[in-house]
């Protein structure tokens, strides 16, 4: 039996092979405990310890009628063996929970989000979605960073309503005030389209009173 650390990205996780055998298997389709013992050839009595262990770990969930299904914390799991075959399996798998044409990136950036903070993804992340990480993104946005587009495309559609935006000629922004000059942290801009750390005339339009004051 062999055994893959996820050290390297801040986790204290030990994976057995077996372990990721079946997290790989559910990447793709959801199994009764029959099922899954005959396509992983893994001995019934073992593949119950393993399960049980994955659903302890919040890696797989126990639905009704005995099914076994994949979480997104379980996918990332996968991913973070760096493992080619464990990684397009966890990307296939994420897809469907968040179908972006450049997933990989948006995955890779949040975890190296977290990493430059020392915080492993898996113990943030829930069992289907990014929403208790996004607080680390919208800090990183009020620092200045900038964004790859299909990072900028991800926030606006998942955690743009998180934040305290402003409505204005059908622009959907948020708005800061840094050293007196106002700037469009996040947002989506009837005329630049998504906007991350830029600025349009309009924005002037706007009540100061309405706008974050920051001092960075």
């Given at each position: 039996m062999t055994f893959i650390s996820l050290e390297k990205y801040k986790c204290k996780e030990i994976l057995e092979d077996e372990d990721l055998l079946v997290l790989n298997k559910l990447a793709y389709s959801s199994?009764?405990?029959?099922?899954?013992?005959?396509?992983?050839?893994?001995?019934?009595?073992?593949?119950?310890?393993?399960?049980?262990?994955?659903?302890?770990?919040?890696?797989?969930?126990?639905?009704?009628?005995?099914?076994?299904?994949?979480?997104?914390?379980?996918?990332?799991?996968?991913?973070?063996?760096?493992?080619?075959?464990?990684?397009?399996?966890?990307?296939?798998?994420?897809?469907?929970?968040?179908p972006y044409k450049n997933i990989k990136n948006v995955i890779d950036y949040i975890i190296n989000l977290l990493l430059r903070k020392n915080i492993c993804i898996l113990n943030l992340v829930s069992l289907h979605g990014f929403e208790n990480i996004y607080p680390y993104i919208f800090s990183a946005l009020l620092q200045g960073e900038k964004l790859k587009p299909c990072m900028i495309e991800f926030i606006i559609d998942n955690y743009l309503d998180k934040i305290p935006y402003t409505i204005i000629d059908g622009c959907k922004l948020f708005i800061i005030?840094?050293?007196?000059?106002?700037?469009?942290?996040?947002?989506?801009?009837?005329?630049?389209?998504?906007?991350?750390?830029?600025?349009?005339?309009?924005?002037?339009?706007?009540?100061?009173?309405k706008i974050v004051k920051i001092l960075l």
């Open positions: 199994y009764s405990l029959y099922k899954l013992q005959k396509c992983t050839k893994v001995p019934l009595t073992s593949l119950w310890r393993i399960i049980n262990k994955l659903i302890e770990k919040e890696y797989v969930l126990h639905q009704k009628r005995g099914i076994y299904t994949l979480t997104l914390k379980g996918a990332l799991a996968l991913y973070l063996t760096d493992k080619e075959e464990y990684k397009n399996s966890a990307l296939y798998f994420i897809s469907f929970l968040f005030i840094h050293n007196g000059v106002k700037k469009i942290v996040l947002g989506k801009c009837k005329v630049l389209g998504n906007v991350n750390n830029g600025y349009c005339s309009h924005i002037e339009k706007i009540d100061e009173k």
